[in-house]
T-cell receptor, first 113, second 115 residues
Framework: GNSVTQMEGPVTLSEEAFLTINCTYTATGYPSLFWYVQYPGEGLQLLLKATKADDKGSNKGFEATYRKETTSFHLEKGSVQVSDSAVYFCALITAGGGNKLTFGTGTQLKVEL | DTGVSQDPRHKITKRGQNVTFRCDPISEHNRLYWYRQTLGQGPEFLTYFQNEAQLEKSRLLSDRFSAERPKGSFSTLEIQRTEQGDSAMYLC?????????????FGPGTRLTVT
């Protein structure tokens, strides 16, 4: 079956620090990969996505590259802000089976001044 | 387009009571999904609809759970004889199968607390 493994949090960084949140996956078939973000008290929002190997998804300064050889999709940002404090979820979809999302357990990011 | 909405946002109920949640998807979306998220975990798939047809149910969806989407628009999720283990955030998402994107759009969720 499909599964996603994320690094455990919380991750605490100072503002303007570099961020990496690791994500690896196992999948039956060729997955599409996603990062979702959940701000306090809000629903999940799609942050970025990649649908094939070597694709780079990017949004709001965040980037992630689809690495098929290492089955990874690590999230990075060069300079985090306090407003980036949230929970980040790595997820995947495979074709068929209703295209339901399989999520990792989430990584909480806290950014301090 | 007002996005996916869910009602209520919070529900506190006593063990053994029945509860019903509603989800209104984005109007042109034919697929609707329900997920459950417990504290400290990622969302887990419960069930999904294509128009009014319920096409898949997770093993997480016990006999006490029932979901409907009678006219292919809004959906309801009912939990009968609630148990404390049902306490969670229930998330609804929708998408259109008409395009190439698999993106699902999520509602704000309904937080259920069973006392």
């Amino acid at each position: 079956g499909n599964s996603v493994t994320q690094m455990e949090g919380p991750v605490t960084l100072s503002e303007e620090a570099f961020l990496t949140i690791n994500c690896t996956y196992t999948a039956t078939g060729y997955p599409s990969l996603f990062w979702y973000v959940q701000y306090p008290g809000e629903g999940l929002q799609l942050l970025l996505k990649a649908t094939k190997a070597d694709d780079k998804g990017s949004n709001k300064g965040f980037e992630a590259t689809y690495r098929k050889e290492t089955t990874s999709f690590h999230l990075e940002k060069g300079s985090v802000q306090v407003s980036d404090s949230a929970v980040y979820f790595c997820a995947l979809i495979t074709a068929g089976g209703g295209n339901k999302l399989t999520f990792g357990t989430g990584t909480q990011l806290k950014v301090e001044l | 387009d007002t996005g996916v909405s869910q009602d209520p946002r919070h529900k506190i109920t006593k063990r053994g009571q029945n509860v019903t949640f509603r989800c209104d998807p984005i109007s042109e979306h034919n697929r609707l999904y329900w997920y459950r998220q417990t504290l400290g975990q990622g969302p887990e798939f419960l069930t999904y609809f294509q128009n009014e047809a319920q096409l898949e149910k997770s093993r997480l969806l016990s006999d006490r759970f029932s979901a409907e989407r009678p006219k292919g628009s809004f959906s309801t999720l009912e939990i009968q004889r609630t148990e404390q283990g049902d306490s969670a955030m229930y998330l609804c998402a929708s998408r259109s199968t008409g395009g190439a994107s698999y993106e699902q759009y999520f509602g704000p969720g309904t937080r259920l607390t069973v006392t």
